[in-house]
RNA sequence: GCCCAGGUGGUGUAAUCGGCAGCCACGCGAGACUUAAAAUUUCGUGACCGAAAGGUCGUGCGGGUUCGAGUCCCGCCCUGGGCACCA
C-alpha cells in the first residue's frame, strides 16, 4: 500500500465524480420491498449571497443520517430543490436590473457549484423550483380547491401593509410590529385581500402536536401551542340601561365578575357609533378613536407605555348577575379583533384593567381570595373535624426601631406574625389591637390600615387538633407608640415566643406562604391577584373555587340565554394575497356578472406574465394590473368579460407542500400519486432552522391537513420527527453577514482542509440544535483526525491476531456511533471515533478488519476518505454497499472493572475486581483495603452501599 | 411581563438510573526533531496548599433531600430564544 500524504483535494473531486456516476447508491427507489426513510432538508431560497458555512450543518447532518441509513440497508429519499418565489428574489432581480427568472437560474447554479464539492447524496433527479409553472399549476390547484371548499375567501378588513416593500404582509411576517424583512413600521390598510381559513384548523393544529406518532422538538411544539393561543372561555350579553343595545363581552375568568367595575371597548368597537346619541362627550370620544387609530403599531405596543381612555358619559352597563350598574370606557388596550372586542374590566384580578383602574380611580373590587394549601404536618386530615374561622394578622412595628413582632410557634413549623381570631361582630381594627396586645404584652398601639384583602387557607391546625377549612385572614398594620409592656398572660404565649424581627429578615423568618404575601403588600404595594383560588363577595357563588364558579355562573348565563362557553384563538385566518410580482398568480377570475369565479383545473397553470417593469406600485394594486393584455379574459362561467385576480400568493405558499412533489415530481395528471405517497411518505426526518416553528410548519401541517380532507393524500400529518439545527455564528460571535465581513464561505474551508474535515468538524462543534461560534482553529482539529486516520494504514496487518482490548473498544464504538447519529448527538459519535483512533495509533498492527470496521463507522462523516481508504485496501465496490457493522452485547462487556470505593460520599480508594464479582466478596475487599481502613481507624461501620459495576460506599 | 432552553477549565464541550466531574478536541506550557522556523512528535495542563506522597476546594448564587447532587426539590441571579395589552 502506498504511503503517500493524505490530500483531499485529489481523492474528493474523484469521489464525487464516481458517485454522480452510480446514482444506484443512493437515488430513491419506487419499487421496492425494502423499508424506506424520507430525510427532508427546509429546501434553501437561492439568495445572491450564496451559502456559508452556517447553512451546510443541517444538510451535512441528514447526509450523515441519510448514509447510514444506506448501510443500514433502507430505501432512502433525500431530495433537494428551490424555494424561490417571493420578495428577496424580487428585489435582488430589480437591484441588479434583470428578471426574476433569470436571477433566480444563476443563483441556482451558483448554490449547486457550492453544494457539490461537499459531497451530498442528493437524488438531483427529482430537484423541484416553486417557481417553475409544472409546480406551482399544483400550489395554484390547492389554492383553488380551497376556494371551492370555503376555506379562501376574499376580505376588506386592515391589515398590515409594509410601506417599503408595498406589500401586505401575514401576522406570522412581523416582527414587533415591523416588516421582518425590512424592519420598516407596517402600517394598517384596509384592503381587499384573499384569506386562508386556517383557524378552522387550529384545534386540529393543536391537538395533533400531542399525537405519540409525532416525534418533534418540545421546544417547536411549544411555540407552535402559544401561536395558536387557545383560549376556553364564555362570552356573556350586558344590557345597556335605557336602550335597547347590549355589549358581549368575551372571559376566560367569568368567576371574577363580581368584581367587575367597569366595562371598555374597543375603539373600533361599532356599539360607540350605536349609542352615539346617548353619549354626552361624543366628540371627545370621536377625538379619542381618531387619535388611537392614528398610533401607529409601535406607540400601540411597542412603548406599552401607559392606558388611556375615555369614559362614555351617559352609558352604564348592567351586570347581569348583581344587576349593578357601571360605566363603559373606550380604551386601546382592548383590541378590536379578539374575542367580541370588549371585555368587562376586573381590576382586582386583572393587571391591565388593574393599571388601567389606578390611573382614572375607579373602584376596584376582591371577589376571588387565593388560596393555600398546607402541605406536610400542615396537610388536612381527614380523621379531624373541618372548621371556618375568620382570623387578622397584625403587622406591628417596634416605636423606635425598624423591627417587627413575630412569633416563632413551638407546636409546629410556623413562623408568623400575630394572629388572632375575629369574633361575631367586632370590627377588624378592635380585633386586631385587641390580639396584638394580648399576645405581645405591647401597649401603646396605633392602627395605620389594613393590607392587602382577604386570602383563605386550608390546612391542619395541630394545636387545636381541627382542619381549618377554609380559614379566612385579612391583615391589619399597628405601630407602636411608646414602650408601654405588661408580662402577657400565660394563655396568651403559651403556644409561642415573641421576636423582633429586622424589617430585611422577616421575609426570611416567615414560613407561611400567606403571609409572605401579605409582607410583600406592605413593602411594595398591592396589585391585581391573578391566581384561581375561592370566590367571595358574590352572592350564592361565594365559596366555591374558581372553577367551579366558572362551571355554574356559565350554566346560569346559558340558561337565561345571554351568554355561553366559547373557544377562542390567538392565531388568525391567513393573509394570502401579496401586492407583487414575483410570486404564484392567484387562479382566480373576477366576473361582474358571475362574481368570483375559479380559473378551470384544464387552465392551469396561470402562468406569470412577461413583463417589463414589475416594480411594486404604492396604490396596494399589484403591479401585474396593468398589464391589461393578462389581465382581461373571459368568463369561465358566463363566457363573458372577466378579469384575472392580480394579487398573488405569497412566498409560503410552494413551500407548504414541495416536500410531497419530490415523491412524483414529473406527474402532470394529479399532485402526486397515491400509491407513491404511500411508500415515501410521512418525512421520517425534517431537518431545519427553528425560525420556521410558527410559520412554515403551521401553513405545512395545515395545507397538508387540507389535502388530507379532501382525498388527495392518505397522511394527515406531514413530519414524523423534527429536528431544528442550531446556527453557526462567524468567529467574533456575531451572526455571519456581508455587513460585518466575517462570512466563512465552504468554498475557502474545502480549499484549505477539504470536505471531510469540514463536514467532521461542524458535526463535532457541539449539540446539534445549539448555537455555536464557528473555530477555524477547530477544523485545523478535524484535518488532524483525517490526517491519523490516513497514516493508520501502515499499520494494517492482516495476520495481526485479533487483540482483545481492541475488540471491546471496537464493540463499543459500534454501539455508540450507530445510536448516536440515530440520536443526532454527532459530537459524541466523532469523539468516540477519535478514541478508537488514538488505541489504534498506539498499536503496532492493526487487524484488517477492525480498520475496515472503522471505515464503515466512518464513512457517513468523512464518506470520501473512506472510500478511498476503503478503495486501498482492495475493494471494487463503494463502502456504501457495504452493512453496517452489528456489534456483540457480550464483547462490550469488561471483563474486569474498576470499583470505587467511598467513605462518608468522598472517594478513598479504587480496586479493580472482576466484573461479575459478587456484593459480599467487593465489600469483604472494599473494608479490607489497607487505605481504606486507615480511614476508618477504630470507627463503626454503619452501612455499607453497594451499586453493582461502580462503587461501594462506606457510611461510618 | 409571560412561556421555553441554558449557565461545567483559558475555549467548544462530555458525563444512562443521583454513583470517580472535566471524556474528545482547541488553546497554552515544556521537551524532542531542526542551523532556525513551520510541520510533526512526547509529556503536562480546573484552582489552591505541598519538594513529593498527598490533601482541601470546585459544575451561576443561597438553602434542602441523600451514604452520595452537575444531575432531584425550594428560592434567587444571569444569558439566549419565542410571544407580547389575545381579557
Not at 49 to 59: C, I, S
Not at 103 to 112: G, L, P, R
Not at 608 to 618: A, G, K, N, R
Amino acid at each position: 500500500m502506498s504511503e503517500n500524504k493524505y490530500d483531499p483535494k485529489k481523492i474528493e473531486p474523484k469521489w464525487q465524480k464516481y458517485w454522480e456516476e452510480h446514482p444506484e447508491l443512493y437515488a430513491a427507489k419506487n419499487d421496492s420491498d425494502k423499508p424506506k426513510k424520507y430525510i427532508l432538508d427546509m429546501f434553501p431560497y437561492p439568495s445572491g449571497a450564496g451559502l456559508h458555512v452556517g447553512h451546510l450543518k443541517g444538510y451535512i447532518a441528514t447526509d450523515v443520517y441519510s448514509r447510514l441509513k444506506i448501510l443500514q440497508g433502507f430505501d432512502i429519499l433525500h431530495p433537494m430543490g428551490w424555494d424561490a418565489f417571493g420578495l428577496p428574489a424580487e428585489s435582488y432581480a430589480i437591484k441588479n436590473k434583470m428578471h426574476p427568472r433569470i436571477a433566480v437560474a444563476e443563483n441556482i447554479k451558483n448554490f449547486k457549484k457550492q453544494l457539490d464539492p461537499v459531497g451530498f447524496t442528493y437524488d438531483w433527479s427529482r430537484e423541484i423550483n416553486t417557481t417553475d409553472p409544472e409546480f406551482y399549476k399544483w400550489t395554484q390547484w390547492a389554492f383553488l380547491k380551497m376556494f371551492e371548499n370555503g376555506l379562501a375567501y376574499e376580505a376588506e378588513e386592515p391589515v398590515n401593509w409594509c410601506p417599503k416593500c408595498k406589500t401586505v404582509l401575514a401576522n406570522e411576517d412581523l416582527e414587533n410590529g415591523k416588516c421582518e424583512r425590512c424592519g420598516t413600521q407596517v402600517i394598517q390598510r384596509r384592503l381587499r385581500q384573499w384569506v386562508l381559513r386556517m383557524t378552522k384548523y387550529a384545534d386540529r393544529l393543536l391537538y395533533d402536536l400531542d399525537r405519540k406518532d409525532l416525534n418533534w422538538e418540545d421546544l417547536i411544539k411549544e411555540q407552535q401551542r402559544n401561536w395558536i393561543g387557545r383560549s376556553e372561555g364564555t362570552q356573556f350579553k350586558m344590557k345597556i340601561k335605557d336602550s335597547e343595545e347590549v355589549i358581549e363581552v368575551y372571559t376566560t375568568r367569568l368567576d371574577t365578575v363580581f368584581g367587575m367595575t367597569y366595562a371598555v371597548a374597543a375603539p373600533e368597537h361599532e356599539i360607540i357609533k350605536r349609542l352615539k346619541d346617548s353619549i354626552e362627550n361624543y366628540k371627545e370620544v370621536e377625538e379619542y378613536i381618531a387619535k388611537s387609530q392614528q398610533k401607529t403599531e409601535l406607540e400601540r405596543t411597542e412603548l406599552q407605555k401607559e392606558k388611556t381612555g375615555v369614559e362614555l358619559e351617559g352609558v352604564k352597563i348592567i351586570n347581569p348577575f348583581n344587576g349593578e350598574e357601571i360605566p363603559l370606557f373606550v380604551a386601546d388596550y382592548v383590541l378590536g379583533f379578539y374575542g367580541t372586542g370588549a371585555v368587562m374590566a376586573v381590576p382586582a384580578h386583572d393587571e391591565r384593567d388593574w393599571e388601567f383602574a389606578k390611573k382614572y380611580d375607579l373602584p376596584i373590587r376582591q371577589s376571588v381570595a387565593p388560596l393555600f394549601i398546607g402541605e406536610g404536618k400542615n396537610k388536612i386530615r381527614e380523621d379531624k373535624p373541618n372548621t371556618e374561622r375568620k382570623v387578622v394578622d397584625v403587622i406591628i412595628k417596634h416605636w423606635k426601631e425598624d423591627k417587627y413582632f413575630c412569633l416563632d410557634w413551638k407546636f409546629n413549623d410556623w413562623k408568623s406574625f400575630v394572629i388572632g381570631g375575629i369574633e361575631e361582630g367586632e370590627t377588624l381594627e378592635k380585633e386586631a389591637i385587641r390580639e396584638a396586645e394580648e399576645e405581645s404584652g405591647y401597649k401603646n398601639m396605633k392602627v395605620i390600615g389594613q393590607v392587602g384583602g382577604e386570602i383563605r387557607s386550608r390546612f391542619f391546625a395541630a394545636h387545636k387538633d381541627v382542619n381549618r377549612k377554609d380559614l379566612s385572614r385579612k391583615c391589619v398594620f399597628i405601630e407602636l407608640t411608646g414602650d408601654g409592656y405588661e408580662e402577657p398572660q400565660e394563655e396568651h404565649v403559651k403556644n409561642h415566643n415573641g421576636i423582633w424581627v429586622e424589617k430585611e429578615k422577616v421575609a426570611e423568618f416567615l414560613t407561611l406562604a400567606e403571609l409572605k404575601i401579605f409582607w410583600d403588600i406592605y413593602r411594595n404595594g398591592e396589585k391585581a391577584i391573578t391566581d384561581d383560588g375561592i370566590v367571595i363577595n358574590s352572592d350564592e357563588y361565594s365559596n366555591l373555587t374558581s372553577e367551579e364558579a366558572r362551571e355554574k355562573m356559565s350554566e346560569w348565563l346559558e340558561k337565561n340565554k345571554i351568554g355561553y362557553k366559547k373557544v377562542n384563538y390567538k392565531m388568525r385566518d391567513w393573509v394570502f394575497s401579496r401586492q407583487r410580482y414575483w410570486g404564484e398568480p392567484i387562479p382566480i377570475i373576477h366576473c361582474e356578472k358571475c362574481g368570483t369565479v375559479g380559473v378551470p383545473e384544464s387552465e392551469l397553470p396561470v402562468k406569470l406574465p412577461e413583463i417589463d417593469s414589475y416594480e411594486p406600485t404604492d396604490t396596494g394594486e399589484s403591479p401585474l394590473a396593468k398589464i391589461t393584455d393578462w389581465v382581461n379574459t373571459t368568463c369561465p362561467k358566463c363566457g363573458g368579460p372577466g378579469k384575472r385576480e392580480t394579487n398573488t400568493m405569497p412566498q409560503w405558499a410552494g413551500s407548504s407542500w414541495y416536500f410531497l412533489r419530490y415523491i412524483d415530481p414529473q406527474n402532470d395528471v394529479v399532485l402526486i400519486d397515491k400509491k407513491k405517497e404511500k411508500k415515501w411518505m410521512p418525512v421520517d426526518l425534517y431537518v431545519g432552522g427553528a425560525e420556521h416553528a410558527t410559520r412554515h410548519l403551521l401553513y405545512a401541517r395545515f395545507w397538508h391537513k387540507f389535502l388530507f380532507d379532501i382525498n388527495a393524500i392518505t397522511t394527515d400529518e406531514p413530519f414524523r420527527r423534527l429536528i431544528h439545527v442550531g446556527l453557526i455564528s462567524a468567529e467574533d460571535g456575531r451572526k455571519m453577514s456581508k455587513r460585518w465581513g466575517n462570512v466563512v464561505n465552504p468554498e475557502e474551508v474545502i480549499e484549505k482542509f477539504g470536505a471531510d474535515a469540514m463536514r467532521v468538524y461542524e458535526m463535532f462543534m457541539g449539540p446539534f440544535s445549539q448555537n455555536i461560534a464557528w473555530s477555524t482553529n477547530g477544523v485545523t482539529g478535524t484535518y488532524r483526525f483525517m490526517e491519523k486516520l490516513w497514516k493508520l494504514q501502515k499499520k494494517i496487518n492482516d495476520d495481526s491476531s485479533k487483540e482483545k482490548r481492541l475488540e471491546n473498544l471496537i464493540h463499543k464504538t459500534i454501539k455508540k456511533v450507530g445510536e448516536d447519529i440515530e440520536n443526532f448527538k454527532f459530537n459524541t459519535a466523532i469523539s468516540s471515533l477519535m478514541i478508537l483512533a488514538n488505541a489504534f495509533e498506539k498499536e503496532k498492527n492493526i487487524g484488517r478488519e477492525y480498520f475496515e470496521t472503522t471505515l464503515v463507522l466512518l464513512s457517513p462523516f468523512a464518506p470520501s476518505i473512506s472510500e478511498e481508504l476503503w478503495n486501498k485496501l482492495g475493494h471494487k465496490e463503494s463502502i456504501f454497499t457495504e452493512k453496517w457493522p452489528e456489534y456483540d452485547e457480550k464483547l462490550i462487556k469488561d471483563e474486569e472493572i474498576e470499583l470505587v470505593i467511598q467513605v462518608n460520599g468522598k472517594v478513598r480508594d479504587k480496586i479493580v475486581v472482576n466484573a461479575d464479582i459478587s456484593e459480599e466478596e467487593a465489600n469483604k475487599m472494599a473494608t479490607e483495603s489497607a487505605k481504606i481502613k486507615t480511614f476508618i481507624g477504630d470507627r463503626e461501620i454503619k452501612k455499607i452501599i453497594y451499586i453493582k459495576g461502580r462503587l461501594i460506599s462506606i457510611v461510618i
